[in-house]
């Protein structure tokens, strides 16, 4: 006797899809707070005079109690811009369409491991990893296989050049153009009575495959101590998946990742 297909199948995709649109209204938000609080630092410390040198007087170090009352330093006071390395490890977010036909977007969420060497001035170079993980919906067709919501996974190997643009004490903003490569899982779920993969197939899904990739835009970081900076980091990202079909395969799409950066190495002197 015939048996129903399930609604849903049960995986770790429908965990990421949940993921996903509580990520998506609370990264905007992270957006907006930081370009203000770093716009509001930025400015104050421009438009903000120094007092006069006659009326500045020694600060007493840190560990030095004046009249048994211990003196805070500014944490901010060591920030520099010239260490020699970085590392950055944040949750990302990125969209992808997972076949050239598919209207219906996925938007994924994932890891995004980062990290620059100083080179001169304000200039470095950065190499970045990506994993973006969720579901996507499938075409009117392919529901006969049962194929609504499916597992899909893109991974992205990075590297380019870093550019330092302006900044304080109390944070930074940066650009960067980073491009390699991108490899897209896309129908590890689909097909499984060998019918419903391929661009030209119910589901229309691109085979799993390598592919050029890239992701141009910047970090806003937020120093928090001379060594530990929060950071946001948007990006147009660029994949150019192959199939066989009559749509661009060229695809421009929002990714975002927010998380710690941690800076180390002997600084270099000005």
């Not at 990264?27 to 006659?54: C, D, E």
């Not at 075409?139 to 330092?164: D, K, N, R, T």
């Not at 097909?191 to 661009?199: F, L, V």
């Not at 975002?256 to 000005?270: A, N, P």
């Amino acid at each position: 006797m015939n048996m129903q297909a399930p609604l849903f199948h049960p995986t770790l995709a429908i965990y990421h899809s949940r993921v996903m649109r509580l990520l998506n209204p609370a990264n905007r938000t992270l957006i907006a707070a930081a370009f203000a609080v770093i716009f509001a630092a930025i400015s104050q410390a421009q438009t903000t005079p120094p007092p006069p040198a006659s009326s500045q007087a020694p600060t007493p170090a840190p560990s030095q109690p004046v009249n048994g009352i211990y003196i805070a330093s500014d944490p901010l006071a060591g920030v520099r811009y010239n260490n020699h390395w970085d590392a950055y490890v944040g949750m990302a977010s990125g969209h992808i369409h997972a076949g050239p036909a598919l209207v219906a977007g996925a938007d994924l969420g994932g890891l995004d491991i980062s990290g620059s060497r100083f080179l001169s001035g304000r200039w470095r170079i950065e190499a970045s990893g990506r994993a973006y993980l969720g579901t996507s919906g499938t075409p009117p067709a392919a529901h006969i296989y049962g194929e609504s919501g499916v597992f899909v996974a893109q991974y992205m190997f990075l590297a380019g050049p870093e550019f330092l643009g302006p900044h304080n004490k109390h944070g930074a903003f940066y650009l960067h153009a980073l491009v390699g490569g991108a490899y897209g899982d896309f129908n590890k779920e689909i097909g499984r009575d060998g019918t419903a993969t391929g661009p030209t197939g119910p589901a229309g899904f691109y085979d799993n495959q390598f592919a050029l990739g890239g992701a141009f835009g910047g970090h806003i970081d937020l120093n928090r101590s001379p060594s530990w900076v929060f950071r946001i980091t948007p990006d147009a990202l660029l994949t150019g998946y192959n199939g066989t079909s009559q749509y661009s395969h060229t695809q421009w799409n929002f990714g975002i990742s927010v998380g710690g950066e941690y800076k180390f190495g002997t600084k270099k002197k000005k």
